[in-house]
């Protein structure tokens, strides 16, 4: 898998996931705002994020050999600066 594969890839998953869902910033923003209850605590659009990159990365620890962590653990970090505006 080359570079290029791999952030073309994350590209088509997050184009996919806003035609479906929404777009990102609008759902990470949701989510934030759920996991705030939850929690008891400001809860960033970042922060969800970042906590799904933690997630990915448990289970990439689990099989290294995921790629769809993998993919997803670039796509959230691609939205970062998106949702940092």
Known sequence: ???HTI???AAAVI?????TYGPA???LRAIAA???LT???PITP?????????LKMVRLAHDPNHRDSLVDVIGY??????VQR
């Open 7 to 9: 952030l073309t890839q």
């Open 77 to 82: 970090a691609a939205l970062i600066p998106e």
């Open 15 to 19: 184009k996919s996931r806003a035609e």
């Open 46 to 54: 970042a922060q969800v994020a970042l906590c799904m990159i933690d």
């Open 34 to 36: 759920r996991w705030s």
């Open 1 to 3: 898998m080359t570079q």
């Open 25 to 27: 910033n609008t759902a």
């Open 39 to 41: 929690l008891g605590q």
